[in-house]
């Protein structure tokens, strides 16, 4: 059982930034794959941006170029480094972690962009 503490969400204004942090219970080299997914009001949850062991990632469409996602293996965690900030980014963002084949999720931590 993997669990996943998330925090760094909270209230910006279009244009601004913020970095979201996930650290899971037992070692990153043990997992093969973290990421970030959001889910807004009314729609379903997205992939935003995932790295695996080998650091390979990929990003949703629409965050290329504003958001990267990182690795400190020294901290145990994984980074969401979010730029330019849109309104429409606005959502609930969930850690997720792909270990041995199973997947586990974080609590969420609420993202908004808002003048």
């Known amino acids: 059982q993997v669990q996943l503490v998330e925090s760094g969400g909270g209230l910006v204004q279009p244009g601004g930034s913020l970095r979201l942090s996930c650290a899971p219970s037992?070692?990153?080299?043990?997992?093969?794959?973290l990421g970030w997914y959001r889910q807004a009001p009314g729609k379903q949850r997205e992939l935003v941006a995932r790295?695996?062991?080998?650091?390979?990632?990929n990003y949703a469409d629409s965050v290329k170029g504003r958001f990267t996602i990182s690795r400190d293996n020294a901290k145990n965690t994984v980074y969401l480094q979010m730029n330019s900030l849109k309104p429409e980014d606005t959502a609930v963002y969930y850690c997720?972690?792909?270990?041995?084949?199973?997947?586990?999720w974080g609590q969420g931590t609420q993202v908004t962009v808002s003048s």
């Open positions: 997720n972690a792909n270990s041995r084949g199973t997947l586990y």
């Open positions: 037992e070692s990153i080299f043990g997992i093969y794959a």
């Open positions: 790295i695996t062991i080998t650091d390979n990632t």
